[in-house]
């Protein structure tokens, strides 16, 4: 950092963006503050994939596809302990207009742009071997893997296929199924590492419980007013991150900037299936999205828990759920009714109603699912989209001038070209060295403990009222543990 110049960042919003952008620049030596008004870091929209090429989304685009997947590889470098190293498998059933042939060509690219990201840099090498980066099934095959036995820690493709054999209504599937190296997230593991590692950084103050009430632009600095712990107080800072989520349009308008975005409210339901106790790949039914028949997602986590995604309206989507910014406004209005379930939580019926409808979409493909319970409220909460283009998938960040960026990401994995284009503002701003641009050293991170993050996540999960299972890795595999 330049010797005659001590910067004092503010960094408002403690989500995986926010909290992310702090350990980067306090890991580079900054003067960085952060606000978040929840008792805890990392809360908000349900995360469980990396979206490691996007091909969850048949409607986004090639380039979308492989920025998701070198963002994807950089975020499992930076945060190996809250991976969860299992595969997904994609299918496209009967009912469905596409066909899986429509992945192949993008499949290829993919797996064409992972072998050159090893090439380049061994330690890229994170999603296995590029030739097994993703597999084609046929039925005969499917059928021949239904006569053995489920392994419970999957050391192949074929392993981690069996359970998918011998469950899902192989009559109701277009064929060849893909099983990609596709990897989940775990966000308790996650807000977990962040916190511990935060804690570790000295010039770092991470202030939760606190609502940032008002900003002021004070020539090139930024008074922000705020309560903490129900104190009224005020700093002066020389850069500004908007890191509010979802809200980041508040700040917008604090501050009389405009901006072109989208907000939408999700939902996640936490069920339990006492026959699935094993270890099960990630499963993605592709489908439209807003009708009845969207694409269904079956994310497991250890002792028979499961994450269910449906993309309806009855599930994961709402009626009115996406709302955008206006003229007057560069924060979307949304409905009262979706403010209430963010802070206030759910109704009980409106729990039961949607997991029961999430558990229905599953046993379509999956009969015997059909005996899942719900097990605790959702994981839910808004997420921002810059811009007018709902299906945008790949976003980081934009500016205000010299000294307010606006973190902008829809996906986790988008968190360091994020925090590399700030770096890059600071070093112009001389807040910072040249060689401080894509450092990445992340010493807070890779010294933790696992019992720390385990026990911390666990407790998150707790005091969050979700199943301390959800809080666990599922089913690691070897490639795992050796990261």
């Given at each position: 950092?330049?010797?005659?110049?001590?910067a004092k960042i503010a960094i408002v919003g403690g989500g995986v963006a926010g909290s992310s952008v702090a350990l980067?620049?306090?890991?580079?030596?900054?003067?960085?503050?952060?606000?978040?008004?929840?008792?805890?870091?990392?809360?908000?929209?349900?995360?469980?994939?990396?979206?490691?090429?996007?091909?969850?989304?048949?409607?986004?685009?090639?380039?979308?596809?492989?920025?998701?997947?070198?963002?994807?590889?950089?975020?499992?470098?930076?945060?190996?302990?809250?991976?969860?190293?299992?595969?997904?498998?994609?299918?496209?059933?009967?009912?469905?207009?596409?066909?899986?042939?429509?992945?192949?060509?993008?499949?290829?690219?993919?797996?064409?742009?992972?072998?050159?990201?090893?090439?380049?840099?061994?330690?890229?090498?994170?999603?296995?071997?590029?030739?097994?980066?993703?597999?084609?099934?046929?039925?005969?095959?499917?059928?021949?893997?239904?006569?053995?036995?489920?392994?419970?820690?999957?050391?192949?493709?074929?392993?981690?296929?069996?359970?998918?054999?011998?469950?899902?209504?192989?009559?109701?599937i277009q064929y060849p199924v893909v099983m990609v190296q596709e990897y989940g997230i775990n966000i308790f593991r996650?807000?977990?590492?962040?916190?511990?590692?935060?804690?570790?950084?000295?010039?770092?103050?991470?202030?939760?419980?606190?609502?940032?009430?008002?900003?002021?632009?004070?020539?090139?600095?930024?008074?922000?007013?705020?309560?903490?712990?129900?104190?009224?107080?005020?700093?002066?800072?020389?850069?500004?991150?908007?890191?509010?989520?979802?809200?980041?349009?508040?700040?917008?308008?604090?501050?009389?900037?405009?901006?072109?975005?989208?907000?939408?409210?999700?939902?996640?339901?936490?069920?339990?299936?006492?026959?699935?106790?094993?270890?099960?790949?990630?499963?993605?039914?592709?489908?439209?999205?807003?009708?009845?028949?969207?694409?269904?997602?079956?994310?497991?986590?250890?002792?028979?828990?499961?994450?269910?995604?449906?993309?309806?309206?009855?599930?994961?989507?709402?009626?009115?759920?996406?709302?955008?910014?206006?003229?007057?406004?560069?924060?979307?209005?949304?409905?009262?009714?979706?403010?209430?379930?963010?802070?206030?939580?759910?109704?009980?019926?409106?729990?039961?109603?949607?997991?029961?409808?999430?558990?229905?979409?599953?046993?379509?493909?999956?009969?015997?699912?059909?005996?899942?319970?719900?097990?605790?409220?959702?994981?839910?909460?808004?997420?921002?989209?810059?811009?007018?283009?709902?299906?945008l998938r790949a976003a980081d960040i934009s500016f205000e001038g010299e000294h307010y960026a606006r973190c902008e990401?829809?996906?986790?994995?988008?968190?360091?070209?994020?925090?590399?284009?700030?770096?890059?503002?600071?070093?112009?701003?001389?807040?910072?060295?040249?060689?401080?641009?894509?450092?990445?050293?992340?010493?807070?991170?890779?010294?933790?403990?696992?019992?720390?993050?385990?026990?911390?996540?666990?407790?998150?999960?707790?005091?969050?009222?979700?199943?301390?299972?959800?809080?666990?890795?599922?089913?690691?595999?070897?490639?795992?543990?050796?990261?």
């Amino acid at each position: 950092m330049h010797s005659d110049k001590k910067a004092k960042i503010a960094i408002v919003g403690g989500g995986v963006a926010g909290s992310s952008v702090a350990l980067y620049l306090g890991e580079l030596g900054l003067d960085v503050t952060l606000f978040e008004k929840s008792k805890s870091l990392v809360n908000g929209p349900p995360i469980c994939h990396l979206h490691a090429g996007g091909n969850l989304y048949r409607e986004i685009s090639d380039e979308q596809c492989v920025t998701l997947l070198k963002e994807s590889i950089e975020l499992i470098r930076m945060y190996p302990q809250a991976i969860d190293y299992r595969p997904t498998v994609i299918a496209v059933p009967l009912k469905d207009s596409g066909r899986p042939e429509d992945l192949f060509v993008r499949l290829s690219i993919l797996k064409q742009k992972y072998q050159e990201m090893i090439q380049e840099d061994l330690n890229n090498k994170v999603l296995g071997e590029a030739e097994e980066y993703f597999k084609l099934f046929y039925k005969d095959e499917i059928e021949a893997l239904k006569k053995y036995e489920i392994v419970q820690n999957p050391q192949t493709l074929e392993e981690w296929m069996i359970p998918f054999a011998k469950n899902i209504d192989l009559e109701k599937i277009q064929y060849p199924v893909v099983m990609v190296q596709e990897y989940g997230i775990n966000i308790f593991r996650l807000a977990a590492t962040l916190t511990l590692s935060l804690q570790d950084i000295k010039n770092t103050k991470v202030l939760t419980n606190s609502f940032v009430q008002k900003i002021e632009k004070k020539d090139e600095s930024f008074l922000v007013c705020y309560e903490n712990d129900g104190v009224a107080k005020e700093g002066l800072f020389d850069y500004l991150v908007n890191a509010a989520g979802f809200r980041s349009g508040e700040i917008d308008d604090m501050l009389g900037f405009e901006r072109e975005r989208l907000v939408e409210f999700k939902a996640a339901y936490v069920t339990k299936c006492k026959s699935f106790e094993n270890s099960w790949p990630e499963i993605i039914f592709h489908g439209q999205r807003g009708t009845p028949q969207g694409m269904a997602q079956f994310t497991p986590y250890p002792n028979g828990y499961f994450q269910l995604h449906g993309m309806t309206n009855d599930i994961t989507l709402f009626d009115e759920g996406l709302v955008r910014s206006t003229h007057r406004s560069s924060q979307p209005k949304l409905s009262e009714k979706f403010l209430q379930k963010i802070e206030k939580g759910w109704s009980s019926i409106d729990v039961n109603k949607r997991t029961s409808a999430a558990i229905e979409h599953m046993a379509q493909y999956i009969p015997i699912f059909a005996n899942a319970q719900a097990m605790s409220k959702p994981l839910f909460g808004a997420q921002q989209i810059p811009g007018e283009d709902a299906s945008l998938r790949a976003a980081d960040i934009s500016f205000e001038g010299e000294h307010y960026a606006r973190c902008e990401i829809v996906k986790a994995s988008s968190v360091l070209n994020m925090a590399d284009a700030i770096t890059k503002k600071l070093i112009k701003l001389d807040y910072l060295d040249k060689t401080s641009y894509k450092q990445r050293v992340f010493t807070s991170v890779h010294q933790l403990q696992e019992e720390s993050i385990q026990k911390l996540a666990e407790d998150f999960a707790e005091c969050r009222e979700y199943p301390t299972s959800l809080a666990h890795r599922s089913f690691s595999t070897n490639r795992g543990e050796e990261l």
